[in-house]
């Protein structure tokens, strides 16, 4: 398994602005991934970060809107930029274990964008 | 008809009761599935994986029909405990991306 923090754990945020969520895993992994859930809604894959190459987006998704960096295999930070209120939502990150297709999330980032 | 497909529920059951949910999927090149388990206001968290000759680890029971394509899970002696949302992940053939189904959700009463 993984552990895996998320800062922050939550933040409400004028329209128009930018936040940044970050996630640290306490092991090296080579995918991670970036979810948004809304409220009582499953889980929508925003994007597949692998360090070293850019991040892949599912469709929906743009670079330009939830821009992701991966410096290392320990971290990554997923920005949401531009925030309307329809961006309010929870954000979490996971890792894949290596070899088993088992993921293991962060606490999430609860975001309330006003 | 969607990749994985769950019924929401709730499935409201009394403590004791055994309650099974099935999971439906499309692609029949899929190789991994698994159970997680959702708290209220909670991350998902693996509850179990689910294996060709199925898997049970205490009280819960998962099986797998390839042919018929799904998979479910059967929690026996439900505790209160056991409330929460149940959802379907399925991970087609040689793809590390997986697909949620939507969950179940599951409540149990004294």
């Known amino acids: 398994s993984a552990v895996i923090s998320q800062k922050p754990s939550r933040d409400i945020c004028q329209r128009g602005t930018s936040l940044t969520i970050q996630c640290q895993v306490d092991s090296q992994v080579t995918m991670m991934f970036w979810y948004r859930q809304q409220p009582g809604q499953s889980l929508t894959l925003i994007a597949t970060a692998n360090q070293g190459s850019e991040a892949t987006y599912e469709s929906g998704f743009v670079i330009d809107k939830f821009p992701i960096s991966r410096p290392n295999l320990t971290f990554s930070t997923l920005t949401v930029s531009n925030m309307s209120p329809e961006d309010s939502s929870i954000y979490l990150c996971s890792v894949e274990v290596p070899g088993r297709y088992e993921q293991y999330f962060g606490p999430g980032t609860r975001l309330t964008v006003t | 008809r969607k990749e994985v497909e769950q019924d929401p529920g709730p499935f409201n059951v009394p403590e004791g009761a055994t309650v099974a949910f099935n999971c439906t999927y499309s692609?029949?090149?899929?190789?991994?599935f698994f159970w997680y388990r959702q708290d209220c206001r909670k991350e998902p968290k693996l509850l179990m994986s689910?294996?060709?000759s199925g898997n049970e680890d205490g009280r819960f029971t998962a099986q797998l029909n390839r042919a018929s394509q799904y998979i479910s899970l059967l929690i026996r002696d439900s505790k209160l405990s056991d409330s929460a949302t149940y959802l379907c992940?399925?991970?087609?053939?040689?793809?590390?991306?997986?697909?949620f189904g939507r969950g179940t959700s599951l409540i149990v009463h004294p």
């Open positions: 692609n029949s090149a899929s190789q991994s």
């Open positions: 992940v399925v991970n087609p053939g040689g793809s590390y991306i997986p697909t």
């Open positions: 689910v294996y060709s």
